[in-house]
């Protein structure tokens, strides 16, 4: 049967599929639209299932604030190729997605997954996308943070995004967004040293302890260097103890005390593509 050009531009508009899948799936379908969509879904699942075993390790990170500036959201959405992750449609798709994400902030990934995506689960959403872009795609992660006031940073080509809660309303936006770019720039693993988790405490004294050892320092000294070197490792990896990497004579502790006197950061979110 003969397919109308005004057909095939409405089933891309309702599902965002290419001229040409639309018009096949159209044919396909007889020109019926439901059974047209439900085509390109299977034709998503059907390469989502070949392709399982690929890595998607390509994509964009996105982060956003609400407009009360008091409610972030961060999602991943992955794909395997970086000229994928360049589409105009695939960074459009990935907004629309931290915009779903930031309206309803769900608990955990797995209820994020399950939200309704125009008509569908946001996790049949992706897997139907795949049938566009013909790469396996999948969201790895999601995170929130509520605060008092948040800031969030995309490095250049959303490779990487963070997301920072302060303890105060109405901070200057410039110090936030310095302290969320120092968050991207040196990967800390921790607000404060009070928030490492023990076990890497535990693996940082063994490892200075073997070190020290190695050094040939007194086994009298070894817990004492250990502790020495944790001290060192917290300043490095917490980042509130971090020198601003805007100014390296300044811990971002100090940074935010000279900004408003007991300012601090109470969130953090940061997720990197591998």
């Excluded at 992955?78 to 695939?90: A, G, L, R």
């Excluded at 303890?167 to 991207?184: E, H, T």
Aim: hydrophobic fraction near 45%; proline fraction near 2%; charged fraction near 30%.
């Amino acid at each position: 049967m003969s397919i109308k050009a005004a057909d095939v531009a409405k089933l891309r508009k309702m599902t965002g599929a290419g001229m040409m899948d639309c018009k096949k799936a159209l044919t396909e379908a007889e020109g019926d639209f439901d059974r047209a969509i439900q085509v390109i879904r299977e034709k998503g699942q059907a390469i989502a299932n070949k392709r399982a075993d690929r890595e998607a390790t390509e994509g964009a990170v996105i982060a956003k604030v609400s407009a009360n500036g008091k409610q972030g959201a961060i999602i991943a959405l992955n794909c395997e190729t970086d000229f994928v992750s360049k589409n105009e449609d695939f960074v459009s798709f990935a907004n629309k997605i931290c915009d779903l994400a930031l309206e309803k902030l769900p608990e955990n990934l797995d209820e994020f997954l399950s939200l309704d995506f125009d008509g569908k689960t946001l996790k049949e959403a992706v897997v139907e996308r795949s049938g566009i872009t013909g790469e396996k795609m999948e969201i790895p992660f999601y995170g929130k943070v509520n605060a008092e006031y948040v800031s969030a940073y995309i490095h250049m080509g959303n490779k990487l995004a963070t997301l920072i809660g302060f303890n105060q309303a109405g901070i200057d936006a410039k110090v936030a967004r310095d302290v969320a770019m120092q968050a991207a720039a040196m990967a800390p693993i921790a607000i404060d040293k009070d928030d490492v988790p023990a076990k890497v405490i535990e693996e940082e004294l063994s490892i200075g302890k073997e070190k020290a050892r190695q050094e040939g320092k007194p086994e009298e000294m070894l817990d004492k260097i250990a502790q020495g070197r944790l001290g060192k490792f917290f300043k490095e990896n917490t980042l509130l103890n971090q020198m601003s990497v805007k100014d390296n004579k300044v811990t971002i502790a100090n940074v935010l005390k000279n900004a408003s006197a007991g300012l601090t950061v109470t969130a953090m979110k940061r997720y990197a593509l591998k």
